[in-house]
């Protein structure tokens, strides 16, 4: 630049120094005639005296950019170098004002060519152009080549769909002509399904309508003999898909099945499938009902279907009932509109894939679907019309229902045949009780954008039978199981069929990865006839092929979560058990704590509540710290919620107090209460708990019977509360001993709660294993007196526990003391005042040592029985509060309050605890 700008001013330029990085112009060219090159030094030579370091980006290019390099750390003028390496350089400042006039065209445009230079050089994409419109031209240029390229490639493929080749490379047909002249046996019908069509879908099928030709996949035309006894040999699928609009007929003459693509040949009196999507279904109304095993409500619902008028078809199929479901006896002769359709072989009552295989038979263009204890009135269809110009459907809404029974009509639906196909009927991934319904008409607002009415309760009647006779066995929680199919299926893709909905989701051996409807084998048809003369059609088939489970797609631990979180909302929403209790709740505890609040209200686990029902109020106790006082928190907890109608959930945690869970103690199946096995919000932080949980805001009493907690705890416990009959009547209760008397709980009903605890299995074993041991050391005779000697002090027991913080310095102060009180030196007169010659006692301590200088102290004639837990040394030191531990210690419980007289140590729960397990047991404290 220094050259060029001294040309400019008609100066002569110095020859440069051979350290300073130079540009060559050519000989006479200006600064818009050629662009300027940097030749690059190293970095020692890029120094320049005076101005610190020149930066330079890279080694070596043609450098366009305006870039003047300013000497870093420097505030001098600017230095150029230019010329060759034998020309002379000089100083040029452009602040000069001598100089800046002549200069200032001449630097402009090296500037402007300079950062051109730069911009494009040192960009991947440098040789784009500049220029905003020449992008926008070039990009539009590439996706007009790319569009007109993928084009021509449709364009290809769609002249080769015509006579597309299967897998084998054999020609496939436009369409497929079933008669007697031409057949396609079974075995070649289906690889025809499973390779040819799934070739053509890849080929363009979708595509082939808009060019005018006429291919029918993937339900194929397919023919085989049914003769008698060997039709069960000669199966077809039907079913298959409802992508085209297939029909099935059997025909009354021959005994030949025949499946016909194009829907034609249908025998008006033959049993039929007129076409999923409703492609071929008549005008008219047709009356479809499902039934499995409910043989009474079908035998009275069926009567009032038949006296329903305007409808055409009648069509019950019987979901492999035991024994098989009948026409009724006294059907007359002109009566020609019912059918039955039997499916063997099902263990399950799956209400999904039964409703697809009946409104498949389905002929005509509405359609009322019924469960098999719906009673009909005979005026029901006239009052539940769709024309043309409605845009709607009809549907039952349990919602709205009146009372309890009528909840059961949310069933009912009444809808146009290709509404129902047009949304791929219903989702048979649902395979248990639940959302099946409210599925099905989600999708019909949704996806058909249809207007969904109320069927009118008058016209309609649900037959009240119990629970026990529904078809779908083992629903314990309807309401829980309707949250659980629903929440599996948000995690699915959408409900899609005939090779739409690609994923894992398809039917085993679909190759082309795509959702299909159930397949099923038809094994025999016939015609009874009635007492009455009436004849009715019956068709019997059995299932081949149907898609996975919600529970097989998702997979057992995301069913786990699901059914977890489906019984949480049932807790949370209507019974007000806060989130955060729920967390330490396994999906047992959930359903034995769902189950006995369900036992209250008089549910029966169908979700149906009588009227004006009351929900239990809770009573949640947070029971802390030892074993001794967990249990009598316990008693107290299960006493008073016995008393007050209350529903118990205990909050037992495994801490450094005690580390063991309630179920490796107690049989949980007989408690009357759930367990959640931990909590994690403090106290008092919970009493704000309703800030972020509103089933805190049904909490009366939030209270903490902790002296480290709650210093007022050490001097006056409060009453608790008794449940009002309105507003908030929960109960959270913290406490690590007993309630007062004035809480209503007498010592006896206490007694009586602790004792109602069954034992785990492993406690009952140990039990009996002690006590054939103390049988065998006293002749048979079980220990007259128990003595239980709590020695250590809170230093002396080597707890990993924090007492002074837990506790606070007043009860470790009186905590101290009375285990003070309690030393052998003040058992001993005791027990040589209480025991005779020959009786024996049952010694259990916290030391070894003093349990040893007990027996030593005592007289000759007194037999003293040490229990393994006072002798082992294992179980000393924090080791004491592990589960083996505990476990032999719950044992010693057992058998101290079998003594018939307790010599314990003031303030000991473990002391209260067996004295509490047999009210009779007479108990006596020692004093200092």
């Given at each position: ?25 050519a000989?006479?060219?200006?600064p818009?005639e050629q ?27 043609v ?42 065209t ?52 769609a ?28 075995s ?67 005994s ?65 009932s ?43 263009d ?18 539940h ?7 709607s459907?009809?549907?039952?809404n ?6 309890a ?81 629903r ?15 690609k ?59 699901q ?110 209460f ?74 006896p ?26 049988s ?62 020959g ?90």
């Amino acid at each position: 630049p220094t050259m060029a700008r001294a040309q400019l001013q008609g100066r002569a330029t110095p020859a440069a120094s051979s350290d300073q990085p130079q540009l060559a112009l050519a000989p006479g060219a200006g600064p818009r005639e050629q662009a300027p090159v940097l030749i690059p030094q190293s970095a020692q030579q890029n120094k320049v005296a005076g101005q610190g370091n020149l930066t330079f980006q890279r080694a070596s290019y043609v450098d366009h950019s305006s870039a003047m390099y300013r000497s870093a750390g420097s505030s001098g003028p600017y230095r150029w170098a230019a010329g060759s390496r034998n020309t002379q350089t000089s100083t040029f400042d452009p602040r000069s004002d001598s100089s800046m006039k002549a200069s200032r065209t001449g630097w402009r445009t090296l500037q402007q060519w300079s950062r051109t230079a730069a911009s494009e050089l040192s960009k991947p994409w440098a040789l784009l152009p500049q220029s905003r419109k020449r992008r926008v031209l070039l990009y539009t240029l590439l996706f007009l080549s790319v569009f007109i390229y993928w084009l021509c490639l449709e364009d290809e493929d769609a002249k080769n769909i015509g006579a597309p080749s299967d897998v084998s490379g054999e020609t496939f047909p436009k369409q497929v002509h079933v008669g007697d002249s031409e057949r396609i046996e079974a075995s070649d019908a289906s690889d025809i399904t499973a390779a040819s069509v799934s070739q053509m879908k890849r080929r363009g099928l979708r595509d082939a309508e808009k060019l005018g030709v006429t291919v029918d996949a993937p339900s194929l035309a397919v023919s085989a003999d049914v003769k008698g006894a060997e039709s069960v040999a000669t199966k077809q699928h039907v079913l298959n898909t409802h992508e085209a609009q297939a029909s099935l007929s059997v025909w009354e003459d021959d005994s030949v099945l025949s499946v016909a693509a194009d829907g034609s040949g249908t025998d008006p009196s033959a049993i039929s499938s007129c076409g999923q999507h409703g492609g071929s279904a008549a005008p008219g109304v047709a009356l479809v009902a499902v039934c499995m095993n409910r043989h009474a409500t079908y035998a009275a619902a069926i009567k009032t279907w038949l006296r329903a008028a305007d409808v055409d078809e009648i069509i019950v199929v019987d979901w492999s009932s035991e024994p098989p479901l009948e026409p009724p006896a006294e059907i007359p002769r002109s009566e020609s509109r019912l059918r039955f359709i039997r499916v063997e072989g099902e263990k399950q009552w799956v209400l999904s894939r039964a409703f697809n295989l009946g409104l498949a038979f389905a002929c005509h263009d509405v359609v009322v679907r019924l469960d098999c204890d719906y009673e009909l009135a005979p005026d029901f269809v006239a009052h539940h019309a769709l024309d043309e110009t409605m845009h709607s459907f009809y549907a039952g809404n349990w919602k709205r229902a009146r009372n309890a029974n009528e909840a059961h009509l949310n069933g009912a639906l009444v809808l146009r045949l290709r509404d129902f196909w047009g949304v791929g009927g219903y989702d048979e991934r649902i395979q248990t009780y639940g959302w099946d319904d409210e599925d099905l008409y989600d999708r019909l607002q949704q996806k058909r954008s249809l207007k969904r009415l109320d069927v009118n309760p008058d016209l309609l009647q649900h037959i009240a039978h119990a629970d026990s006779g529904r078809a779908q066995a083992g629903v314990r929680f309807a309401k829980v199981q309707v949250d659980y199919n629903r929440l599996l299926l948000e995690k699915l893709p959408s409900w899609k069929t005939g090779g739409v909905a690609k994923g894992s989701d398809a039917v085993e051996g679909d190759d082309e990865g795509c959702v299909l409807l159930s397949r099923y084998d038809i094994e025999r048809r016939e015609s009874v006839s009635t007492s009455s003369g009436g004849a009715v059609r019956k068709l019997q088939v059995r299932n081949a092929a149907k898609p996975r489970s919600l529970l097989e797609l998702s997979g057992s631990a995301a069913a786990r979560d699901q059914w977890l979180l489906s019984l949480g909302r049932r807790l949370h929403d209507e019974h007000s058990v806060p989130w955060d209790v729920m967390m330490g709740m396994d999906a047992k505890n959930r359903e034995k704590l769902l189950s006995r609040l369900l036992t209250f209200l008089g549910d029966d686990g169908s979700g149906s509540l009588p009227q004006n029902a009351e929900h239990a109020a809770l009573f949640i106790l947070h029971a802390k710290f030892g074993l001794g006082s967990r249990l009598l928190a316990l008693a107290s907890a299960m006493g008073f919620s016995k008393v007050h109608r209350m529903q118990l959930i205990v909050i037992w945690e495994r801490d450094v107090h005690l580390d063991v869970a309630f179920e490796e103690l107690f049989d949980l199946s007989e408690a009357p209460f759930a367990i959640s096995s931990f909590f994690k919000t403090g106290y008092p932080d919970v009493k704000h708990s309703d800030k972020w949980d509103s089933a805190w805001k049904n909490f009366a009493q939030i209270c903490s019977f902790l002296t480290g907690e709650d210093w007022r705890a050490a001097f006056s416990k409060p009453l608790l509360m008794a449940p009002a009959q309105t507003g908030p009547r929960h109960i959270y209760w913290k406490s690590d001993t007993l309630l007062s008397p004035q809480n209503g709980v007498s010592w006896p009903e206490l007694g009586a709660q602790l004792h109602s605890l069954k034992s785990a299995q492993y406690i009952d074993e140990l039990l009996h294993k002690r006590l054939d041991m103390i049988s065998s050391h006293t002749s048979g005779r079980f220990p007259e007196h128990g003595v239980h000697m709590r020695t250590l002090s809170s230093t002396e027991e080597r707890l990993d526990i924090d007492y002074v913080r837990t506790f606070g310095k007043r009860v470790v102060a009186e905590l101290d003391q009375a285990r003070q009180a309690s030393s052998v030196a003040n058992f001993i007169p005791v027990l040589r005042r209480t025991i005779a010659d020959g009786e024996h006692v049952l010694v259990v301590s916290d030391s070894t040592a003093a349990a040893s200088a007990a027996r030593d102290a005592l007289k000759s004639g007194v037999a003293i029985v040490l229990t393994p837990f006072g002798d082992a040394a294992a179980c000393s030191g924090p080791l004491a509060r592990t589960p083996s531990c505990v476990q032999e210690a719950l044992v010693d419980l057992h058998l101290l309050g079998r003594t018939a007289s307790l010599i314990g140590s003031r303030n000991s729960s473990f002391t209260l605890a067996a004295a509490l397990l047999q009210t009779q047991t007479h108990l006596s404290f020692i004093d200092a």
